[in-house]
């Protein structure tokens, strides 16, 4: 028991002769603890929000577009080939289907259809 005593002592005259190195030692945990809840709470707040603007739309429906944002690699930017498949594994999802849109294609209407498409543009996408 006495030696229990005397380390405890050492201990703490050690913490009380160093005050900012033993300030410093106990300020790192805080700071680490603080941000880890603080990027948690951001990103629970941001998956909230984005919830309740889904909520208010009224839709069920989303569309998710590839983006060439951050990789910079020149080209159309597509999506994986697995990513139907991943998405379809969401619980909540009801339905999946993968959309391609084309450039360069030329449209030949029928006599009967040449006055529709002479009004409007047409559009083609092709389904996999």
């Given at each position: 028991?006495?030696?229990?005593?005397e380390i405890i002592g050492t201990a703490l005259a050690g913490l009380g002769a160093r005050k900012v190195r033993t300030a410093l030692i106990m300020l790192g945990p805080m700071l680490g603890v603080s941000a880890i809840v603080g990027a948690v709470g951001m990103s629970e707040s941001a998956k909230g929000?984005?919830?309740q603007t889904l909520r208010e739309l009224g839709t069920n429906l989303v569309v998710v577009r590839a983006s060439d944002a951050f990789g910079g690699g020149g080209g159309e930017p597509v999506l994986p080939e697995a990513a139907v498949e991943r998405v379809l594994r969401v619980p909540t999802v009801e339905q999946v289907t993968s959309i391609r849109e084309v450039g360069g294609v030329e449209l030949y209407p029928t006599e009967e259809?040449?006055?529709?498409?002479?009004?409007?543009?047409?559009?083609?996408?092709?389904?996999?």
């Amino acid at each position: 028991m006495r030696r229990l005593r005397e380390i405890i002592g050492t201990a703490l005259a050690g913490l009380g002769a160093r005050k900012v190195r033993t300030a410093l030692i106990m300020l790192g945990p805080m700071l680490g603890v603080s941000a880890i809840v603080g990027a948690v709470g951001m990103s629970e707040s941001a998956k909230g929000d984005l919830k309740q603007t889904l909520r208010e739309l009224g839709t069920n429906l989303v569309v998710v577009r590839a983006s060439d944002a951050f990789g910079g690699g020149g080209g159309e930017p597509v999506l994986p080939e697995a990513a139907v498949e991943r998405v379809l594994r969401v619980p909540t999802v009801e339905q999946v289907t993968s959309i391609r849109e084309v450039g360069g294609v030329e449209l030949y209407p029928t006599e009967e259809s040449r006055e529709y498409f002479e009004g409007l543009p047409a559009g083609v996408r092709c389904r996999r």
